[in-house]
Structure formats: C-alpha cells, structure tokens
C-alpha cells in the first residue's frame, strides 16, 4: 500500500507543532572546514582547493552548493554515528545512507519514509539509516516516524500520554481513529507542504514491532504491551558543511531503558510502573520501598528479553553507544 493513496488533506496547523524555518545562504568558512576534513579521509576525491573553488562560485552564484554523492554520504554517516543512538559495533560502512534528494513530493517523501523503516528493521538487525531528502523536500513534523497516540478519556489516557496533545491536533486535521482504540494505535505522518500538513496513516505492516513478555513473571504477557523496533527521529535538520536537508529521517539502536524505564514506566509515558509494582506484591504507599525503580527494572528485563526472544536487536547498557561528539562544528542532525 502507498501512503499516498490515503492522504488526508488539511487546511490548518496546530500552533504546538514544530515551526519551518526558511532557506538561508550557506556559510562558506563551514562548508571548506566540512572539505577539507572529508578530503583529508577520502583524499582519492580530488585536489581540495579546486573543489573549494567549485563551491565557492557556486554559493556566489545561487547562495547554496550540492554536495557529490560522496560527501554527502561521508556527513551523514558522520552526523549518524555522532547523534547519540549509534552502538560502537557499528561500523562506518555500516550505516546506510539513501540519497534521496530528487524527492520532494510530499507522498513520495511519506513512501520512503516507510520503506526507510523497513529497511532499518531488516530481519531483526537493526540497521542505522539516513534517509536524505531534497533541500527544498516538506518538513516532517513527527517527532519520529513510529510513534502510539495517546487518548484523553474519563478517569485518565489510553495510550501514550506524551502525545495526547499531538492526537488531538492530527485528529482535528482529519486524521480517524481505529474504530475500537488501544494504547498503541500508529500516529499518521503529517507532512507539511507549503504551509498545509498533510497526513499519511502508517500501514501496520511497515512497522517492525515487538509484544512484550517477561523471562520470569507469566503474568506479564497479560498486559497488552508492545513497542516497535526503529526509534527513527524524523524532525532534525541534517547540517553538513553549510548545508541543511530538512528533511532527512534517521535512525540508531533502541537501548532498553529508553522503552522500559523512560516510556512505559514513567507517568510522563505510559505510567506502568504503578501496574506492575502491584502485580509484583510491593509496598506502593510509600516511595521509600523503591517500588518505582523495581517495577521499572522489571520492565526494562522484558522489553530485552522480548526482543532477543523476537531476535531483535537492541543494547542493554548506554556504554554500548558512541559518545556524543566534542567538536559542534561537524555534520549534525540539529533542531532549528
């Protein structure tokens, strides 16, 4: 299925959705800094100062420059494994980038944003994936792509409350909830074009997914909890040597705790701790007992234990993870 053969067409935006910046002049100290280094590791590329000139006229000449195929690849692999969400067994070939930037359609961006979340998902191995979009490709405003709405219902939320804010506005530019809902019922993708979001529902199938269950705590199936694979962040800017992609969806490893401790036992979240803490027989009266921090450890056993089970990969502890970088001035995914 296309996502654009179901495309819901709106005429308004909810203030609490992320702005769009506008085109800027890209500066031309970042863009030779971003050569110099990409020809210092790939000195095959050619003569560095006949490239610098090439781009020097060009932004002198329409105020931007198009990377090669090569540098882009070499920023976004480096702005990739820099983000935070790359595990160090990750090799530098290893993260795939997918040069998209003839797509600027906001349905064309939807389907690959799609097939980029299958690609990531593979077989189980998650693989880190940059997927890059024309400059002047339609912001997406989704936080991620995968993500569960949240319901505001008498007597609490069903669902994800972080996003209660954000189902209401999608549901408000005509997004339709399942008929029967649940607590991990898909968001759809709004796509702004030209100043109108668009929604793109997100077909179950494209989204790797995991029930949750516990090694020890047969009682923990019967919870209903689940989460998908690709933690794909989709609203940061790709910045590379002067130049922003605004589009460019990507995505790293799931570590345990940001699913178990952070989302679903966290109030903030899915408020789960308090669940399973009475499930467990522990003393929820006070919090001296640390009943939050052991219902949140058991949480965090079944979500890795769920996913070996399910040969899904996933890191258990952040020392698993590249460090986050020193030097500001390289490629990055940044929030502007």
């Known amino acids: 299925m296309r996502v654009g053969d179901d495309t819901y067409r709106v005429t308004a935006l909810r203030d609490d959705l992320p702005d769009v910046r506008p085109e800027h002049t890209v500066d031309l100290a970042a863009a030779e800094d971003f050569l110099r280094r990409f020809h210092r590791v790939r000195p095959q590329a050619g003569q560095v100062d006949t490239r610098i000139a090439q781009v020097r006229a060009e932004v002198a000449a329409t105020g931007s420059y198009r990377h090669t195929k090569a540098e882009l690849a070499y920023g976004a692999r480096m702005a990739v494994r820099e983000s935070g969400w790359c595990p160090r067994t990750v090799g530098w070939r290893d993260v795939l980038v997918r040069d998209l930037r003839a797509v600027r359609e906001p349905a064309a961006v939807a389907t690959e944003c799609l097939k980029h979340l299958r690609m990531a998902a593979g077989n189980g191995v998650v693989t880190p994936v940059v997927t890059v979009f024309a400059k002047d490709a339609p912001r997406i405003r989704n936080d991620h792509l995968v993500r569960y709405a ?165 890191e258990h502890t952040s020392q698993a993870y590249l460090p986050m970088p020193g030097d500001q001035d390289g490629p990055a995914f940044v929030r502007t």
């Open 150 to 314: 949240g319901y505001q219902e008498e007597g609490g939320v069903l669902g994800d409350r972080r996003y209660v804010d954000f189902t209401a506005g999608v549901t408000r530019l005509g997004w339709r909830p399942p008929a029967k809902r649940t607590a991990f019922d898909l968001l759809p993708l709004v796509i702004e074009n030209a100043g109108q979001p668009l929604l793109f529902p997100i077909p179950r199938e494209s989204v790797c997914e995991v029930p949750l269950s516990h090694p020890d705590l047969p009682w923990f199936g019967e919870l209903g909890l689940r989460w998908h694979a690709v933690p794909a962040i989709a609203n940061l800017r790709l910045r590379i040597g002067g130049v922003e992609y605004p589009s460019a969806p990507f995505n790293g490893v799931y570590l345990c705790q940001a699913i178990g401790e952070d989302v679903l036992a966290d109030e903030v979240g899915y408020g789960m701790a308090h669940t399973v803490a009475k499930r467990l027989g522990l003393d929820v009266t006070s919090e001296r007992s640390l009943w939050r921090e052991r219902a949140a450890v058991e949480l965090n056993r079944a979500v890795l234990h769920s996913f070996d089970a399910a040969g899904v990969r996933m």
